[in-house]
């Protein structure tokens, strides 16, 4: 299959799952296209299956914002006629369902009909998307492409719940690749460099937005440092950082806490971590949760949205209520004051994890792809068949 991926080139979850997904099916031996702005920070182009194709958009002073739908439709036309692309995904509703239906269209024009699949990922939905001046070109486009799959149930649920939506949505979790994860990152030389041997090490990644609950992280931890001796390792960066700085100051633990910033070693990071934390207001998923327990590292996280999906009460980590700070700490200690007890639980977490292994997941996404490709050619064999008058 000739499959053209549209996806938003940056660190956070859709683009990392989009790259991730392109770049297993290149080595299937499928022809894959990244059509974006930027080149995806995860994508590597050492595979001959694998291509990309730079979206620029031209300035123009009539243009208070430049219209980046119009120049990704352009190039989608563009590429899908180069390479005689067999199907279009899209990951995340806004700009790019829609875009991808516009290129449809403008393709339709010329004889060339393809499949458009779209994967919703969780703010294209919850908040952009539900936005009064978004909602009508979201429910649009979600109506008008052949596929539509979501990374929970949870948030099929939520896109029926905020929009009229008329077609099927197929839940297909995020994924993991557990090849990748080396076990020698683990080594005693770097983790001293982090923290002392009797130091347990709990770390947070994320991009630092409200939705994360970032003080009640800082408030979770100094409760457990209160009880043993620890060390937060803080991955990301983003508009929250800053207070939490802050707020480690106020509590006199700034010294236990280290601030990363982005990191290009988030594997090295959680190889050497004991606990993960997702306290967040919503996950959609919660890939980072899923990342840490590819690592064997348990996860105490809100059981809010998609979480309860991933994270297993109980096996792979806890879950309670937003806020719940006392309880999530208390959760952590239980996990962290005990070495046999923490052994358990990240060999639960890696055991958890592999269910979301890419080996699984890959198959129900090719599955998809071949029966949209299958309609289209039927489609396409019925109109040209001749008719007799």
Not at 247 to 268: A, P, R, T, Y
Not at 324 to 340: C, F, V, Y
Not at 345 to 353: C, D, G, Q, Y
């Amino acid at each position: 299959m000739k499959i053209a991926i549209v996806c938003y080139p940056t660190f956070g979850g859709s683009g990392v799952v989009a790259t991730e997904l392109g770049l297993e099916l290149a080595r299937l031996g499928h022809e894959v296209h990244f059509i974006t702005y930027s080149q995806p920070v995860r994508l590597a182009l050492l595979n001959p299956n694998v291509h990309y194709h730079e979206v620029n958009v031209p300035e123009y002073p009539l243009f208070h914002y430049q219209p980046y739908e119009l120049a990704l439709s352009s190039k989608l036309v563009d590429m899908v006629k180069l390479y005689k692309i067999d199907l279009l995904h899209v990951h995340y509703a806004i700009p790019h369902a829609y875009a991808g239906y516009m290129a449809k269209q403008m393709l339709k024009d010329e004889g060339i009909e393809i499949p458009m699949i779209t994967t919703l990922h969780g703010t294209d939905i919850t908040l952009v998307g539900n936005h009064p001046h978004y909602k009508p070109a979201v429910s649009f486009s979600i109506n008008k492409s052949d596929v539509v799959t979501s990374v929970s149930q949870s948030l099929k649920d939520d896109t029926y719940k905020l929009f009229k939506i008329k077609r099927d949505i197929h839940v297909i979790p995020n994924f993991i690749e557990l090849d990748k994860n080396v076990k020698d990152f683990n080594m005693p030389c770097q983790r001293s460099l982090i923290a002392k041997n009797e130091e347990r090490i709990i770390t947070h990644i994320s991009n630092f937005r409200k939705v994360k609950r970032i003080p009640d992280i800082i408030k979770i931890f100094y409760k457990i440092q209160q009880e043993i001796p620890a060390k937060l390792l803080m991955v990301g960066d983003g508009p929250e950082k800053e207070k939490a700085e802050l707020l480690c100051h106020e509590l006199g633990i700034l010294d236990k806490v280290i601030f990363f910033g982005n990191s290009n070693e988030i594997d090295k990071i959680l190889s050497n971590s004991d606990l993960f934390l997702l306290p967040s207001e919503t996950e959609s998923f919660g890939l980072a949760a899923l990342e840490a327990m590819a690592w064997g590292v348990p996860v105490i996280s809100s059981n809010s949205g998609g979480l309860p999906e991933v994270n297993f009460d109980g096996v792979s980590g806890y879950l309670s209520t937003v806020g719940n700070i006392d309880e999530m700490a208390e959760n952590a200690l239980k996990i962290l004051k005990d070495d046999t007890v923490l052994a358990q639980f990240k060999e639960n977490a890696l055991s958890v994890a592999k269910k979301f292994d890419i080996k699984h997941i890959l198959p129900l996404y090719i599955d998809i792809y071949e029966k949209a490709i299958k309609k289209y050619t039927k489609k396409a064999k019925h109109l040209n068949k001749p008719h007799n008058d």
